[in-house]
């Protein structure tokens, strides 16, 4: 449940964006989550129903997925993460702290290990939407 | 867009009575075994410690500390594992053995990464064990952890207090407290650093010795605090760290 206190972020940056916009409820949360941390999208969502506090009663929180773009600082070669390639152990590193990629993952063309996560590296706040 | 990860960073530490960055502006001095032995003996004498190693591209803590095939536990985040009691948290859970070559922004991704999903819950003391410099893990300590007070390495070299100046300078700059420096691997009676320190305005801990039977205790818990380089540390310890 790791998905917990990354939902926790996603709390406490929405409320403290609410707090700025001055909403009395929160009507709509968007979180984008790249799939290069592999969130459980489903653990995520559970964790923020449980975690909403005052004002986020009837939020809707959209959770949306983003391909991981990765480009070599070499060569300059573009690619997609893809989880598929990568061990049970190396995914679940990867998982829990994204910039191991670094360690396991090089560059397809060249063999860098000097890439740039162009997107797609882990959680983001899009969007709050709320009434005052 | 908004990175939500350092919205939770203080309240991860809202248990943590005093964080101590252990620091220095160029590497070898011994920063890793001061942390780490400092630590240690905190926790030996009874507080509730814990280790972070900051070094992401050269950690070896978890060697001075011989932590084995430890992994943190996954409960609504990630708990350090204990290593005689001793709360100890690294990128070499992830990484392994295996180099983790990253750039600045990496680096920061990983330190905010690691401070927002770590739960140390309660502690008198957090020990981070920093890289060499004041590149982007001191920065991001200065920008994410409050409170906070650095206690700087140095060598009886002017190569390496030249570094210590810099960062003396940069910390007073910006308000942040230094408990004080440490002279690590002194071989001659001299009271050079200690003269140069003072002249800074910041306080001179005390001298560690170069004790040739340090790199064989290394991953000995035990034999590491049976040290002259612990026992004299231990001694800064009483006189300048105590609550």
Known sequence: MHEWALAETVIAAASSIAAEQGFSRITEVTVRVGQLQQVERGILRFALLQLKPAGFENTRFRIISAK?????????????????????????????????????????????????VIQGRGIWLETVKGVK | MVDPRSHVIARRLAHVARVIAVSSGKGGVGKSLVAATLALSLSR????????????????????????????????????????????????????????????????????????????????????????????AVLDLLRFVNPLSFLIVTTPSKLAFETVKKQVVLLKEVGTPIIGVIENMKMTVSDEIRTLTESLGVKYLGALPYDTELEDALGNRKKLLKTLFARKLHGIIQENLKP
């Open chain 1, 68 to 116: 991981t773009k990765l480009k070599c600082r070499v060569c300059g070669y573009e690619w997609l993460f893809q989880k598929r390639r990568l061990s049970p152990d190396v995914a679940e590193a990867i998982h829990f702290l994204p910039e191991v990629a670094h360690t396991y993952i090089k560059c397809p063309r060249c063999g860098s290990p000097d890439f740039e």
């Open chain 2, 45 to 136: 004498d009874g507080l509730r410690v814990g280790l972070f190693d900051l070094d992401f591209t050269g950690p070896s803590a978890h060697i001075i500390l011989n932590t084995g095939e430890l992994k943190p536990k996954e409960d609504k985040g990630l708990i350090p594992p204990e290593v005689d009691g001793l709360k100890f948290m690294s990128i070499v859970y992830y990484s392994g053995v295996n180099p983790a070559p990253l750039r600045g922004v990496d680096t920061s991704n990983a330190l905010i990464e690691l401070f927002s999903v770590t739960l140390w819950n309660n502690l008198d003391c957090l020990i981070i064990d920093m890289p060499p410099g004041i590149g982007d």
